[in-house]
Nanobody, 123 residues
Framework: QVQLQESGPGLVKPSQTLSLTCTVS??????????WSWIRQPPGKGLEWMGA???????YYSPSLKSRTTISGDTSKNQFTLQVNSVTPEDTGMYYC???????????????WGQGTQVTGSA
């Protein structure tokens, strides 16, 4: 059974870069037809899909975050990472990594999630 675990700093200063890593176990990030996403939830708000990287390494981003976001994969470590530049307090929230199947089948549906990690954008 695949498991995902987020890791990274919990506090990021405004204007700096947020970097999170999702470590995958029990399955490979290159397994055909899966994609790997980052999703966040600001306090008191709903889930926001941020972007994805597919099993073949293609990346896709939410239009609202595309200019500040980069998702990359490291097949040797079976990890994928999220970077968000120019952090503001509005980037505060719980950040989750998740696995989906058959990009870009809609609605986006995720069969496995990490437990989430809290990130606060504050000085």
């Amino acid at each position: 059974q695949v498991q995902l675990q987020e890791s990274g700093p919990g506090l990021v200063k405004p204007s700096q870069t947020l970097s999170l890593t999702c470590t995958v176990s029990g399955g490979s990030i290159t397994t055909n037809y899966y994609y790997w996403s980052w999703i966040r939830q600001p306090p008191g708000k709903g889930l926001e899909w941020m972007g994805a990287i597919t099993y073949s390494g293609s990346t896709y981003y939410s239009p609202s975050l595309k200019s500040r976001t980069t998702i990359s994969g490291d097949t040797s470590k079976n990890q994928f990472t999220l970077q968000v530049n120019s952090v503001t307090p509005e980037d505060t929230g719980m950040y989750y990594c998740a696995r989906g199947l058959l990009w870009p089948r809609m609605p986006l549906t995720f069969g496995a999630w990490g437990q989430g990690t809290q990130v606060t954008g504050s000085a």
